[in-house]
């Protein structure tokens, strides 16, 4: 029988007879297991209430793919490039390479909005399984897998598939694809530096690129790294050096070519990708300064190693903190012992010490971190690249493991000192995520079931005393040591866990490594020590990932379920009532900042790492809510919302504790902004007996005609009066204070005394023990409407101080960047008005430039309206056109739009491309005449054709050369 007709029959083996396919099988199913327990315990969606959003996943991704559906769905695929659900507008093509590429994301497409909780549960445990997976066919195919210990793979699959960054950042799945690709690339990467064809390393790295750039940046930087290690032996063929450089440099060069045909030939999504980042996360001021510093103390790593090193508090918003790079005891001590017992060469073992020292280094100094995360410090989520760290040690670890070699006496030794030694430093310093002592009802049962707990004990170190006497026969004294060492950690065991020590996560480690650690000294070959070892690991895995998850905060999935519902309604009716064309809506509470994508309507609130940097800017001056990849609409003025076009305004209704009790799969939203001035201008057009949409006729459409006064304003920081002020006079012709400060009359103080400290007007807690509170008091003496000028010092304290206007609850938004102007009352003459702001956990409020400013409404209005006779009329628009006319009748030679400017917008009046110039360092406008104009602005996104010209060039070379090899079985051109 020949080798092909061997290998076909092999090939066509049951399933039952397949043990490889059993192997992958496992390798699949044993993460997806344990995190079910996992979800299981923690009350998660399918076994509860709670969805698998958390933190970026409620707040920024599931709005995204309601996005997505509707793109796909409607056939309106304009959304591709630009989305007026993106804040005031934004392009979409770096979200779509940083979110939304994903088979995966399928699932989203095909179910109903109302049933995305099965989407969110689904799309995160099926990669679970991809991942393990993965990782498990790399051991098979490349290091032999079946040749070896078959309970291998899957366990190390699973240290792979829930290390500590993976199971930690599951609020970031967008990461994940590039986690289930990296060992299908090594594997094909491997075969390209063995002198095998590249063609599959090209597309796959094509692929990793286009499901997600970001990641697939980080996973280039790793393959340079990787190609040296594994290209390594080849210094050691024989000759001069440079028969030994020419021979590592050729399998090199042949990566390098393969990976920029990889890479360029989806040039059509990274280069626009590129230029967009420019205008988003590239206008972030970050500079790339090298410094010998360290950015964290390298000992603290040591508390990553431990079970459950990541919480809610600490671990992830604030940076930097340190890299979760956890992988279980029997991936670690592997880790280690590959440099000692791996048969691997000794110049690739020197190649993986200085790659690890690499990793190292690019941990503890800020320089280095930057380089793997494109040149900026991540906004939270530190060491993304962690995960390739754990990748790199769990394959070192199977290589090692696989090799079933004792671990001699100094090998032991030497384990069991940094063992206890890692274990001594963690106890001894202080960590949000690692507890003290064991969950309290531990200890409650065994104190209750001693007996049952004492038995437990006894037959766990029986048995390790038993299987020590068995192995240690030759050695009486050995043994003797052996069982006497299992009787003495017997009866300190018992002491331990009755006093709430023995099973803290500091104990359960060091446990897990001594164990892991008399495996590999005592090398036994039984089954039941094998199913002990997946036990362990499991066991360790699995509490791992219950630690790191369940300290987060997860959004009710029926609640959410209702969230869709009502909001899609909403927008439905406004959809229908809408006669004006282009228009936008505000709220005065949302679900997350992405609703506008959610359910697919043009709003002002976004949050998004490609948010662009001006559309933030823009927002901050006019005193509003703009930082941290986000905008909201929180504090609209009557001419912030003429200028946004904010036509519809969607406010909830009164509720009560009985409303709640009694619809507990209701979502009652909290109020972000506070608008007294609503009603003035917004008239009610519809409600239900929770919500009310509100309308105003007049705001601006997309674009309006002004002057170049207007058009060339320069803003100033934190001075959102003086910068609206400019805007109405500007347009108007006639300077005027719409807005101007009025003196505070009057403040009260309650254990607290003001101190003026360098300009600063800061007031200090008397009695630490009590409340302080500052009490502002004024009297209206007009019918305008008044704010009170929230400093930004004053974000300081959000979160531990209260605020109430006239006794009530104060509606407003905590995060924000500049200035806020807040608004407190409208049309209410001679009415004393009392805002209170109270703090019990601040030592201080700093109220530096605080202010009471009021508006004259009318005067403002009247000046829109004058503006309103040079309206653009839109008649038609999508997310990329919008169509329409407009008359001048005045001197105005510029439009203004409310569009955020970018270069891939173009714009014709009266059928001819005229020039455009961005307004106000943020928006479009571009130049008019007087009469009537037909106007169509049109949006691709800048550098997409050039993208897609390298494309077609790269795909035809790759083309030609799979041609050519087809043809002549030349190895030549690679």
């Known amino acids: 029988m020949s080798h092909a007709t061997r290998k076909e029959k092999k090939q066509r083996l049951p399933f039952k007879a397949n043990k490889k396919a059993q192997v992958l099988l496992l390798s699949a199913l044993l993460p997806m297991l344990i995190m079910l327990v996992v979800w299981f315990f923690m009350g998660v969606f399918p076994f509860g209430r709670n969805t698998l959003m958390a933190v970026d996943f409620g707040q920024q991704y599931i709005g ?287 190649a993986a010490g200085l790659i690890s020292f690499i990793f190292f280094v690019s941990i503890v100094n800020e320089f280095a971190s930057k380089i793997w995360h494109m040149g900026q410090n991540p906004a939270g989520f530190f060491y993304r690249f962690s995960w390739i760290v754990s990748f790199f040690m769990v394959l070192l670890a199977y290589q090692a493991i696989r090799e079933d070699k004792y671990l001699g006496w100094k090998g032991l030794v030497t384990g069991l000192v940094l063992s206890f030694a890692s274990a001594y430093y963690v106890i001894n310093h202080s960590y949000t995520y690692i507890a003290k002592s064991q969950p309290k009802a531990v200890t409650s049962f065994v104190n209750h079931h001693s007996i049952l707990t004492g038995l437990l004990i006894v ?75 997946a ?83 823009l927002f901050n001056s006019m005193g509003d809510v703009g930082g941290n990849a986000a905008t909201f609409y929180a504090n609209g003025t009557a001419l912030t919302d003429a200028l946004y076009g904010v036509r519809y305004y969607i406010d909830r209704k009164e509720y009560t504790v009985t409303d709640m009790e009694r619809h507990p799969n209701w979502q009652f939203f909290n109020r972000n902004s506070t608008r007294s001035d609503l009603t003035a201008y917004y008239k009610p057009i519809y409600e239900n007996k929770r919500f009310i949409i509100y309308e105003n006729p007049d705001v601006f459409s997309a674009a309006f005609g002004t002057n170049t006064l207007t058009r060339n304003i320069k803003f100033g920081l934190n001075n959102p009066v003086s910068n609206q002020n400019i805007i109405l006079s500007s347009m108007s012709g006639v300077e005027q204070k719409y807005f101007e400060y009025v003196g505070i009359p009057k403040i009260e103080l309650f254990n607290m005394q003001e101190v003026n400290e360098n300009g600063q007007r800061i007031f200090k807690r008397i009695d630490k023990k009590q409340p302080g509170t500052v009490r502002i008091i004024f009297t209206p003496q007009t019918d305008f409407t008044y704010y009170f000028q929230a400093p930004y010092s004053l974000r300081k304290s959000m979160g531990n101080i209260s605020i109430m206007l006239n006794n009530q609850w104060y509606h407003y938004s905590q995060s924000y960047d500049q200035v806020q102007l807040w608004n407190l009352t409208d049309r209410t003459p001679g009415q004393e008005m009392v805002l209170q702001l109270q703090t019990s956990q601040d030592d201080q409020i700093d109220l530096t430039n605080m202010a009471l400013v009021r508006a004259d409404q009318k005067a403002i209005r009247k000046v829109i309206k004058e503006r309103l006779k040079q309206n653009m009329t839109v008649t038609k628009w999508t997310n990329t056109l919008v169509k329409g006319h407009v008359t001048i009748t005045d001197k105005s030679n510029v439009m203004m739009t409310s569009i955020p400017y970018n270069p891939g917008w173009t714009v014709k009046v009266d059928g001819k491309k005229v020039q455009t110039s961005e307004a106000w360092e943020s928006l479009l406008s571009f130049p008019i005449t007087s009469g009537k104009h037909q106007i169509e602005m049109t949006f691709l996104p800048q550098g997409l054709l050039t993208g897609i010209a390298v494309s077609i060039f790269s795909l035809a070379l790759i083309g030609f050369l799979k041609w050519y090899d087809n043809r002549t079985g030349n190895n030549e051109l690679f």
């Not at 697919?600 to 933030?616: A, D, V, W």
Request: with cysteine; charged share 15%.
């Open 535 to 617: 036990l362990i690991t499991a066991l360790e895995l699995g509490y791992n990932a219950y630690l790191s998850q369940v300290t987060m905060a997860y959004a009710d999935a029926y609640k959410f379920t209702d969230v869709t519902k009502n909001m899609k309604e909403l927008v439905d009716v406004i959809k229908k009532k809408n006669k004006a064309g282009f228009y936008r809506v505000g709220s005065s509470f949302l679900y997350s900042k992405n609703d506008p994508f959610l359910v697919s309507y043009p709003g002002l609130s976004s949050f998004s790492s490609n948010m662009e940097k001006s559309t933030i800017n």
């Open 64 to 350: 995204l793919y309601g996005f997505l559906k509707t793109t796909v769905l409607s056939g309106d695929w304009s959304g591709l490039f630009y989305s007026f659900s993106k804040s005031i507008g934004g392009a979409m093509i770096g979200v779509w390479g940083f979110n939304l590429i994903s088979p995966f994301n399928l699932l989203y497409i095909l179910l109903p909005l109302t049933q995305f909780k099965w989407a969110v549960f689904l799309t995160i445990w099926l990669r679970y399984g991809a991942m393990g997976l993965s990782f498990a066919y790399l051991l098979i195919k490349r290091y032999k897998a079946m040749d070896y210990n078959l309970w291998l793979p899957p366990l190390m699959a699973a240290a792979y598939a829930l290390s500590g960054m993976i199971v930690s950042y599951q609020m970031n799945p967008i990461f994940y694809d590039a986690m289930i690709m990296l060992p299908l690339l090594i594997v094909c990467l491997e075969e390209v530096i063995d002198g095998k064809k590249p063609f599959k390393y090209i597309f796959l790295l094509a692929l990793t690129m286009l499901l997600h750039f970001y990641m697939g940046y980080m996973i280039c930087l790793f393959i340079a790294l990787y190609t040296c290690y594994y290209a390594a032996p080849r210094l050691a063929e024989k000759g001069d050096w440079k028969v030994k450089l020419g021979a590592f440099f050729m399998p090199v060069w042949r990566v390098v070519y393969a990976s920029v045909l990889g890479i360029a030939s989806v040039f059509f999504l990274l280069y626009p990708i590129f230029l967009n980042l420019l205008r988003s996360k590239g206008a972030y001021d970050s500079p790339m300064t090298f410094s010998f510093a360290l950015q964290i103390n390298p000992l603290d790593i040591l508390s990553k190693l431990m079970i459950g090193g990541f919480d809610n508090e600490s671990s992830w918003a604030a940076g930097p903190n340190l890299p979760n790079i956890y992988v279980g005891a029997l991936a670690l001590v592997g880790f280690f012992l590959y440099f000692v017992q791996a048969k691997a060469h000794k110049f690739r073992k020197i």
């Open 459 to 533: 037959a766990v170190f029986g048995g390790l005393a038993a299987l020590s006497w068995q192995r240690l026969s030759r050695y009486k004294e050995a043994r003797l040591c052996a069982v006497a060492a299992s009787l003495f950690a017997m009866v300190v065991s018992f002491f331990l866990l009755s006093k709430g020590f023995l099973l803290t996560q500091v104990s359960l480690t060091l446990i897990s490594w001594l164990l892991i650690l008399m495996y590999f000294a005592l090398r036994p070959k039984s089954k039941l020590v094998w199913s002990a070892l």
